[in-house]
């Protein structure tokens, strides 16, 4: 089976300006979770959903992240205006409902604010 | 509260057996992880231990649980220069939504 597929692979940008990444997920795969993993540290949950709908945004940072999945299927997270510390791999993941045996990552999309 | 801890480094030689150890808080996580990530790569699933198990053998790992203490181990024989990369302990939690939280990483490398 196709992995997760993420792009941009690698994006810099200057800080206030925006960024958007896109994720399609594994075919059939109902969940959806995109996590920021900052250089040195483990990766960390920004949101998740479940087909189109959001289960869990509690670490977003809603003043300047926004997410979408639309049709349930390729979802798109947004930085605007983005900051220096926002610079991380954003990380997608897919799973079937109550994927006990865990997540699918894609490679990740590495991002640069300078 | 939701917490994974692990050492951030491990040194071994090739050959040796490496063990990579994780605690947690959360008493109520089903399922623990071990994932590895390699340099410029996504995370890979290496195995997966269901809280009513101690061990779990898979091939060259060996994962065991001590769900009292809260401690999760990854054992790796026979360690090759292949196994080099970061190794992340985690943990499935239940909170709003079930989830996964995931330590900070333990880097090991290997000695010739």
Known sequence: EAGVAQSPRYKI???????????????GHATLYWYQQILGQGPKLLIQFQNNGVVDDSQLPKDRFSAERLKGVDSTLKIQPAKLEDSAVYLCASSTDGAGYGYTFGSGT???VV | GEDVEQSLFLSVREG?????????????????YWYKQEPGA????????????????DQRLTVLLNKKDKHLSL???????GDSAIYF????????????IFG??????IRP
């Open chain 2, 42 to 57: 996504g995370l890979q699933l290496l195995t997966y231990i269901f809280s009513n198990m101690d061990m779990k053998q």
């Open chain 1, 13 to 27: 940008i200057e800080k206030r300006q925006s960024v958007a990444f896109w994720c399609n997920p594994i075919s």
């Open chain 1, 110 to 112: 590495r991002l640069t």
């Open chain 2, 104 to 109: 900070s990483g333990t880097r090991l490398s």
């Open chain 2, 89 to 100: 302990c985690a943990e499935r939690v239940y909170s709003s939504a079930s989830k996964i």
């Open chain 2, 75 to 81: 054992r790796i024989a026979d360690t090759q220069t």
């Open chain 2, 16 to 32: 040796d057996s490496s063990v990579i150890n994780c605690t947690y808080t959360d008493s109520s996580s089903t399922y623990l």
